[in-house]
């Protein structure tokens, strides 16, 4: 119990600080920029993809975090949501760097991750590139009943921080004992014993807004029980702790749960073709 609260004050910790950068982000660009910088913000969208790609294989799970905020607002395209989510790194890279894994399979793992996010990315935003969402900033405000224009930017911005802090730090606190009772073996067993299959676990398992998950699945590999195929269906599928503040802040539950499946579908699907070639 005390190790789970411990790791959940670290995860959570971590992230304070992306969480508040982006808030006073959102609140200036609301404030000070108004709607001509969110069209402008919209008109260049078609590349966010391959930003939000690059961005992601960075390795923290910060950036997920904030690219559900900003995807809630609908200052970035689902596309580049998309493409954050599926090529973030979590604790993979430092993972793979601290086992003196080769530089090569690292940088074929980040090159297969980074290509597989900026293409669906781009190829979803190709496909919803007529719709139009009217969704502002400060709908988010009103939702939470924030009160932001009489709070000022930074009050507003750490108001914001602190709400979703908590809501974090409670789930993960949750995730942290279920993962402890149900032991890190079994979870891993359950991925080594059913061929096929295990991509499809691996990938439940990337779910899961933890960095447990994405340690699980790396060392796996790297101990040669599960294919670089099954490692690359949960590692996309782990977005760190993006996926758990999106269903937070963004209200269409519909649309996060549609968002989940898409990345799940892409994760098992890629993890198959990769270990089939």
Known sequence: ????????????????????????????????????????????GKFGPILGGLLGIVPQCGFSAAAANLYAARIITLGSLIAIFLSTSDEMLPILISEAVPLNLIIKILLIKLLIGIFFGLIIDFILRKKNSKIHIHDLCEDENC???????????????????????????????????????NIANLIISIPIVGHIISALLGVIPNCASSVIITQLYLQNLITLGSLIAGLLVNSGIGMLILFKVNKNKKENLSILGILLLIGVISGIIIDFF
């Open 147 to 185: 009160h932001c224009e009489e709070d000022g930017i930074i009050k507003s911005s750490i108001k914001h921080t602190l709400h979703i802090f908590i809501y974090i730090f409670i789930v993960v606190f949750i995730l942290n004992i279920c993962i402890f009772l149900i032991g890190e073996n």
């Open 1 to 44: 119990m005390l190790d789970a609260l411990l790791d959940t004050i670290i995860d959570c910790l971590k992230l304070l600080p992306f969480l508040f950068i982006t808030y006073l982000l959102m609140e200036l660009l609301e404030n000070k920029a108004g709607d001509k910088s969110l069209k402008l913000i919209k008109k260049s």
